[in-house]
């Protein structure tokens, strides 16, 4: 969500209005390019005119695809030019709003961290879990953060690892151990005139940077491409060529399903199912100079879809509707037998 080129290399204020400008064509996905815009905006010090940004989209008369994420963005950029009482009061609203979404409750958590609320931001972080993790066999991959953010705060303060903290050291796929990184007596060691301990440190900062490397290569899911009944309908009756990949609409929603076992099975983390709409296909294909009945556009069309924010992790959580639309428990759906 927020860019990572430092402003030496890049022009915050220049980026900023070239998105909004965009955002103006493409009304779709105004709300993730405003996002970004309002990121470039706090890299450049405009912390007012972030704070503008995401008053207009929270003021707008369009739904918004994470009205939450919004909010905490923006409580996250109060605090740092003075608006703590705002800042805060945005916070608990958040968390009384208890979103399914992890974005948001990291996002506030380390807000309340960076802030040395140490305490605070624990008991977000374990709102969060409890909220999101509670039924789950496995983590999401986008739950990850909280788990770590969470074994981070809790190290600071002192206390005993729990069952949460022995998971997030599990799922921690770097050399060096969480325990290790989130010390709270780490010596920064890189003044050091002891050559092991400069080596250590030099050790420990490679294993942040692969982490942080890791996580901006996934920035959005892998994600499979989903046609709703009536859109199917339309797309064949439009494209017939394109029969060939979808034989029928039961088929093709059990294929979807397959398809993200299989990459999960082969150990594929971050993955998603991204919603298709002809009026939208028949823009990507413009955009490519190519016909929709092109059927090497489908996969590109769903990666372009993940990248503007359109992706619903899979598997759902439990208990929640199937990613299908029927109005049954995933459960009882297609996840029969997961």
Known sequence: MRPDTSAEHVDHNAEAARLERTAGLYPEDAEHLLLQAAAHLELAGDRPGATALYDGLLSSSAPLDHPHLVRALKASNLWEYGHEAEARAIIEGVRTSAPRDPAPWVIVAEALESHDELEAAQDTFTQAATLLLADASEPPYSTHPLLFGRHRVRRMLGV???????????????????????????VWSLGSDNPAELQAEISRLRAELGTFREALSRPFPVAVLHWPTGELTELLTAYPPLSSEYPSHEEHLATIEASLRELSASGTPNLGIVTGTVPSYEAFAASEASSPADATLLPQ??????ARGRAVAWPPQRRTGCWCGSGRVYEECHGDGQ
């Open 160 to 186: 005993p690892h729990d069952d949460w903290d022995t998971l997030a050291d599990t799922l921690h796929s770097s050399p060096i151990p969480l325990d290790e990184l989130h010390d709270p007596k780490r």
């Open 301 to 306: 069309y769903a990666t372009t879809l993940a």
